[in-house]
């Protein structure tokens, strides 16, 4: 895999596995869009969660997380050389790193440093108490919010289970950010059981969570 990377800047946390359709309204992100297009290659790109930012004519200068995920394109709707928004649908792959960042061309360009998934102390252990307090999540859910949330059978695979759970979850982005950053599987299961607890007990003072209702590719994300 290419170390070298095309960005989209997005307002959300792309978790490996996802599938997830993207607005795209900015001029950079057409730009990306366009040159892949173009290219003819892999429609492969990095996506970056935006922090906040500001806009200075047709550029749009963003603080950015340092972490993201690797994506690829898999369609297109709407032609990236009009001027109004194009809407993707993006497959997260494999997290990264920012090394260093290209701000020379008509878009962002980053090197990248990849990130292995490790497993952590007790995986199994961590996903196990997670399942538990992630059905009593889904199940307020749905009994709040119609359709509710509905994820079919849920992975063995800790690592996996750790990211559909991440994404599944209502959540700000920086809470989703700290879960893409976590260390290992294991952490990224704690840190789910403290936002699932904190979320059940939301849910109970004040039951008013919207439907949650996600697409889920069944590749690795290694």
Request: aromatic share 4%; with cysteine.
């Given at each position: ?11 959300t946390?792309?978790f ?31 996506a ?9 004519g047709?550029r ?27 809407e ?61 949330l ?5 992975p ?7 990211y559909?759970?991440?994404a ?11 879960l893409?950053?976590?260390?290992d ?38």
């Open positions: 895999m290419d170390s070298r990377l095309p960005l989209l800047t997005v307002d946390v792309i490996p596995g996802l599938v997830l359709p993207i607005p795209v309204t900015d001029v950079q992100g057409r730009a990306v869009i366009r040159d892949l297009v173009e290219n003819g290659g892999e429609m492969a790109c990095g970056l969660a935006v922090r906040d930012g500001y806009e200075l047709e749009v200068f963003r603080s950015l997380y340092g972490t993201g995920c690797s994506a690829t394109i898999s369609e297109i709707r709407l032609d990236a050389d009009d001027d109004g928004p194009v993707i649908t993006l497959t997260g792959n494999r997290r990264f790193k920012v090394a260093e960042l290209d701000g020379g061309g008509d878009y962002l360009v980053a090197d990248v440093e990849w990130l292995d998934e490790e497993l952590g102390e007790d995986p199994l252990g961590a996903a196990t108490i997670a399942v538990g307090r992630f059905r009593k999540y889904a199940e307020a859910v749905s009994a709040i919010s119609r359709p509710g509905h994820l079919g059978d849920l063995d695979d800790p690592s996996t289970l750790s559909l759970m991440s599944a979850m209502t959540l700000l982005t920086p809470d989703r950010q700290k893409l950053e976590a260390t599987t294991t952490n990224r299961l704690t840190q789910l059981v403290g936002f699932l607890d904190s979320e059940l007990s939301a849910i109970t003072a004040l039951p008013s969570l919207p439907a949650t209702d996600l697409s889920w590719s069944s590749m690795s994300p290694n």
